[in-house]
């Protein structure tokens, strides 16, 4: 019988994390204050972070130690299986071999509970008692507050209203952890009065609910914040799955020659693919690394590199990254972890120096590669990650039309079963294409005027 999947032993799970920068040719570059366009130092971050999430964040190390104690956390999930796609590629009738690293087993079902452990871990030993954040879909707030559980931190989750009443589910299971939920915009801080003064039926956004968890965190000093992407510790941890994935293809006996994952603000991106950069650092190798986003959020494959704020109202340091313009407001898609304006510095730099590339998909066609895999391989993915699906079954069918044996690396980071509404209104005919007219992108960048980036 052919071997399906393989994990690794408690044991063998990597010790350290791989911190990318040490190993960019080009470093990013660092934030700047939207005032006097000067460098921010770590220390402007202090009212939000713990000290050792802002050094993890300016570090050069390319090793990162993760303590034992989170490690220990780890093992209730990790590691994550390792997956050949047999039936997809059979259904696909390629030559090319299919993996993919499956990070739906975790707690909350998706791979946001790796920054989530190590960060509610810091701030415990910080002493900080309260953790705020924002939440979109619920993916975000439900990692973060089975974390601070873990560690007896309270945890406050602002979550985009119309996401609240359209998936109260999420919710509970936030509740379930402890974590007090609040519908955003909300009348507990003054950015979100502000909104509902103007808009008494706003529907919330991202942008306008991390101006609300920051608010909260900056008043009170046992109160830090927590961010589920883009910044660069983030992404740092996010490596555990990549680690794990050079590994378990090397048990398999493969390399891949592609490696994709569906792009937010980057951090699962990251996860997979910089252990494999790493071998392309190291030992030469030619991996190529593909980010696969909405084409209603196209941000890698259309926006500009540019400085801008990291929340809608402007509340955040300017940071270097691919843009549409901070107040663009992408289509109500499913995927609603992949709306976001801009991507991560780390990530940008990558992309302008043309060392990782980007793919964007139609919705229709994110959909239809979702209800494949479900149908040969079993798994409901995330709508989020059925892009990074849409962008391996791309590639398997290019080496079909080439001929060419490649192996496909992907990553399947999270599962879909808190999302059928989305798999419903598709069934229902429902779901529609959105492609930006370049009128559309022209007028959201034309309303910056931070600088480019050099
Ligand atoms: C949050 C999330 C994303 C997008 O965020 P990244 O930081 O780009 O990974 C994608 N998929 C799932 C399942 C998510 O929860």
């Given at each position: 019988?052919?071997?399906?999947?393989?994990?690794?032993?408690?044991?063998?799970?990597?010790?350290?994390?791989?911190?990318?920068?040490?190993?960019?040719?080009?470093?990013?570059?660092?934030?700047?204050?939207?005032?006097?366009?000067?460098?921010?130092?770590?220390?402007?971050?202090?009212?939000?972070?713990?000290?050792?999430?802002?050094?993890?964040?300016?570090?050069?190390?390319?090793?990162?130690?993760?303590?034992?104690?989170?490690?220990?956390?780890?093992?209730?999930?990790?590691?994550?299986?390792?997956?050949?796609?047999?039936?997809?590629?059979?259904?696909?009738?390629?030559?090319?071999?299919?993996?993919?690293?499956?990070?739906?087993?975790?707690?909350?079902?998706?791979?946001?509970?790796?920054?989530?452990?190590?960060?509610?871990?810091?701030?415990?030993?910080?002493?900080?008692?309260?953790?705020?954040?924002?939440?979109?879909?619920?993916?975000?707030?439900?990692?973060?507050?089975?974390?601070?559980?873990?560690?007896?931190?309270?945890?406050?989750?602002?979550?985009?209203?119309?996401?609240?009443?359209?998936?109260?589910?999420?919710?509970?299971?936030?509740?379930?952890?402890?974590?007090?939920?609040?519908?955003?915009?909300?009348?507990?801080?003054?950015?979100?009065?502000?909104?509902?003064?103007?808009?008494?039926?706003?529907?919330?956004?991202?942008?306008?609910?991390?101006?609300?968890?920051?608010?909260?965190?900056?008043?009170?000093?046992?109160?830090?914040?927590?961010?589920?992407?883009?910044?660069?510790?983030?992404?740092?941890?996010?490596?555990?799955?990549?680690?794990?994935?050079?590994?378990?293809?090397?048990?398999?006996?493969?390399?891949?020659?592609v490696v994709i994952a569906p792009f937010g603000g980057g951090s699962n991106f990251a996860?997979l693919s910089f252990?494999?950069l790493?071998?392309?650092?190291?030992?030469?190798?030619?991996i190529r690394c593909i980010a696969s986003e909405p084409a209603s959020c196209p941000k890698l494959t259309r926006g500009q590199f540019?400085?801008?704020?990291?929340?809608?109202?402007?509340?955040?340091?300017?940071?270097?990254m691919y843009t549409l313009?901070?107040?663009?407001?992408p289509?109500?898609?499913?995927a609603?972890?992949l709306?976001y304006h801009g991507a991560g510095a780390i990530v940008s730099q990558l992309l302008h120096d043309g060392l990782i590339e980007a793919q964007s998909h139609m919705?229709?066609e994110v959909?239809?590669?979702?209800?494949?895999?479900?149908?040969?391989?079993?798994?409901?993915?995330?709508?989020e990650?059925?892009h990074g699906i849409a962008t391996a079954?791309r590639e398997?069918?290019r080496?079909?039309?080439?001929?060419?044996?490649?192996?496909?690396?992907f990553n399947?980071?999270?599962?879909?079963?808190?999302?059928?509404?989305?798999?419903?209104?598709?069934?229902?005919?429902?779901?529609?294409?959105?492609e930006l007219?370049?009128?559309?992108i022209?007028?959201?960048?034309?309303?910056?005027?931070?600088?480019?980036?050099?």
């Open positions: 019988m052919p071997i399906r999947k393989i994990f690794l032993e408690e044991k063998d799970i990597p010790s350290q994390w791989y911190n990318i920068v040490a190993d960019m040719p080009n470093k990013p570059k660092p934030p700047l204050h939207p005032g006097t366009l000067e460098p921010i130092t770590g220390e402007a971050l202090a009212p939000l972070f713990p000290d050792e999430l802002i050094k993890q964040e300016v570090s050069t190390d390319k090793w990162i130690p993760i303590p034992e104690e989170v490690r220990d956390v780890y093992t209730l999930w990790r590691s994550t299986p390792l997956y050949r796609a047999y039936g997809l590629e059979k259904a696909l009738d390629t030559p090319a071999k299919i993996y993919y690293k499956y990070e739906g087993v975790s707690p909350s079902g998706s791979h946001k509970p790796n920054t989530a452990v190590p960060q509610a871990y810091f701030n415990k030993k910080a002493g900080v008692k309260k953790i705020t954040t924002e939440t979109g879909a619920g993916q975000w707030g439900s990692a973060l507050s089975f974390a601070c559980n873990l560690y007896g931190i309270e945890c406050e989750v602002y979550m985009v209203k119309i996401s609240y009443h359209h998936k109260p589910y999420r919710k509970t299971m936030m509740n379930t952890w402890g974590a007090n939920v609040i519908a955003s915009p909300s009348n507990l801080t003054e950015a979100g009065k502000k909104i509902l003064a103007k808009d008494p039926d706003s529907p919330g956004s991202l942008g306008i609910a991390i101006s609300e968890a920051v608010e909260k965190a900056a008043q009170d000093e046992n109160t830090k914040y927590a961010l589920g992407s883009v910044l660069n510790h983030v992404l740092t941890h996010q490596t555990i799955i990549g680690l794990e994935a050079v590994k378990q293809m090397e048990m398999a006996g493969d390399l891949p020659d996860g252990p494999f790493r071998l392309n650092f190291e030992e030469g190798k030619k540019r400085y801008d704020f990291g929340d809608a109202v402007g509340m955040t340091p300017l940071i270097p313009g901070h107040d663009f407001v289509a109500p898609i499913h609603g972890g709306r919705n229709k959909f239809e590669a979702g209800v494949l895999f479900a149908r040969t391989e079993g798994i409901i993915p995330a709508p990650a059925t079954i398997a069918e080496c079909k039309e080439e001929g060419k044996k490649e192996t496909i690396l399947l980071c999270g599962h879909g079963n808190f999302d059928m509404k989305a798999y419903e209104d598709y069934f229902d005919k429902k779901i529609q294409n959105h007219t370049e009128e559309e022209k007028s959201s960048l034309g309303a910056l005027n931070t600088p480019m980036v050099e």
